[in-house]
Nanobody, 123 residues
């Protein structure tokens, strides 16, 4: 069992930055790819970014490339999402998830999810 708890969301103006954190407990996640997804009201959950076990490789959606950076600290069992130059279209609930098999950009490839943290970007 893995428990994931996100934090760091909030209400910011366009152009601002936020850093989301994901704390894992119950089982170390250092052996797993970890990902961030987001879901806006009325839309499907979409891939944001993923990071390999050692952090040596990261993958991002085109919509956030150059603005968002995923990182991890395996010693602390933490995963982070640094979000810069936020836009109103980034408004969504952001979820941290543990990957188990398959494409890193597919929600079906993740078996544990946090409850989400809300990010709202005003124009």
């Amino acid at each position: 069992q893995v428990q994931l708890v996100e934090s760091g969301g909030g209400l910011v103006q366009a152009g601002a930055s936020l850093r989301l954190s994901c704390a894992a407990s119950g089982r170390t996640t250092s052996r797993f790819v970890m990902g961030w997804f987001r879901q806006a009201p009325g839309k499907e959950r979409e891939f944001v970014a993923a990071i390999t076990t050692t952090g040596g490789s990261t993958y991002s959606a085109d919509s956030v490339k150059g603005r968002f950076t995923i990182s991890r600290d395996n010693a602390k069992n933490m995963v982070y999402l640094q979000m810069n130059t936020l836009k109103p279209e980034d408004t969504a609930t952001y979820f941290c998830a543990k990957h188990y098999s398959g494409s890193m950009s597919s929600t079906a490839s993740y078996d544990y999810w946090g409850q989400g943290t809300q990010v709202t970007v005003s124009s």
